[in-house]
């Protein structure tokens, strides 16, 4: 068996707490959360630079991401309240968000199915799972 060693490193901001990420289907582009600075950057795989740091406003402390299956939009939890960012990935913009009534608002991550229709959310603070049908 052979084994890769790992030869590029992308950077984000020091103590920027990089969680979650996830990579666009063509597998050009790499979204990263970064807790502690409220933000989501992205990465271009080709180069290894950031290109854009998308901030996910205020109390928002990004736990993952998920791409939905046509790269069209990322959905971003928002650990601590019961939020999650919507980003249109075609211009790095936070687009809107969802709300979801959930006691600690611990949401951690999501999950897509392939079609794109339905989303599954999961919390740190409870053994529930919710499920989003209406993505955008």
């Given at each position: 068996?052979?084994?890769?060693?790992?030869?590029?490193?992308?950077?984000?901001?020091?103590?920027?707490?990089?969680?979650?990420?996830?990579?666009?289907?063509?597998?050009?582009?790499?979204?990263?959360?970064?807790?502690?600075?409220?933000?989501?950057?992205?990465?271009?795989?080709?180069?290894?630079?950031?290109?854009?740091?998308?901030?996910?406003?205020?109390?928002?402390?990004?736990?993952?991401?998920?791409?939905?299956?046509?790269?069209?939009?990322?959905?971003?939890?928002?650990?601590?309240?019961?939020?999650?960012?919507?980003?249109?990935?075609?211009?790095?913009?936070?687009?809107?968000?969802?709300?979801l009534s959930i006691d600690g608002g611990g949401i951690d991550s999501i999950a897509v199915n392939k079609a794109?229709?339905?989303?599954?959310?999961?919390?740190?603070?409870?053994?529930?799972?919710?499920?989003?049908?209406?993505?955008?």
């Open positions: 068996m052979k084994r890769r060693i790992v030869s590029d490193t992308y950077l984000t901001d020091s103590g920027s707490g990089t969680l979650w990420s996830d990579l666009s289907s063509d597998g050009k582009r790499l979204f990263v959360a970064n807790f502690y600075h409220h933000t989501v950057s992205v990465f271009n795989t080709e180069s290894g630079g950031e290109t854009v740091g998308i901030a996910m406003g205020a109390g928002c402390n990004p736990a993952s991401v998920t791409l939905l299956a046509d790269d069209s939009y990322a959905l971003v939890p928002c650990f601590g309240t019961g939020r999650i960012n919507v980003v249109e990935t075609s211009t790095n913009i936070l687009w809107g968000f969802m709300g794109g229709t339905k989303g599954y959310v999961t919390s740190f603070s409870g053994n529930e799972v919710w499920v989003l049908s209406d993505l955008p």
